[in-house]
């Protein structure tokens, strides 16, 4: 069992930065792949990214996030981090982060197995 608690949303100017941290409880955290999700009002959650179990492995990112968000993560502090940089009003969502195991569609939801509240992030223009 795995429980995801997302933070550091918030109200931030287009261009500006923030950085969203996904803290796990559970002793088995460091196996589980983690996904960040997005869902912006009256759209359906997109992916953003995500992060193998081992961060060496792989990364991959959506092409409407590559190369302004990275994912990271530290596995001794049970804790994957989203940093956002260059936002724009588009990025304005509710952030989630997701944790599965296994080998299946990394960018798929449904094929995740834990979920987290959600973040607001809100980018005014």
């Known amino acids: 069992q795995v429980q995801l608690v997302e933070s550091g949303g918030g109200l931030v100017q287009a261009g500006g930065s923030l950085r969203l941290s996904c803290a796990a409880s559970?002793?088995?955290?460091?196996?589980?792949?983690v996904g960040w999700f997005r869902q912006a009002p009256g759209k359906e959650r997109e992916f953003v990214g995500t992060?193998?179990?081992?961060?060496?492995?792989?990364?991959y990112y959506a092409d409407s996030v590559k190369g302004r968000f990275t994912i990271s993560r530290d596995n001794s502090k049970n804790t994957v981090y989203l940093q956002m940089n260059s936002l724009k009003p588009e990025d304005t969502a509710v952030y989630y982060c997701a944790a599965k195991s296994g080998p299946s569609r990394v960018d798929v939801s449904s094929t995740y197995d834990y979920w987290g509240q959600g973040t607001q992030v809100t980018v005014s223009s």
């Open positions: 992060i193998s179990w081992s961060g060496g492995g792989y990364i």
């Open positions: 559970g002793r088995t955290f460091g196996s589980y792949d």
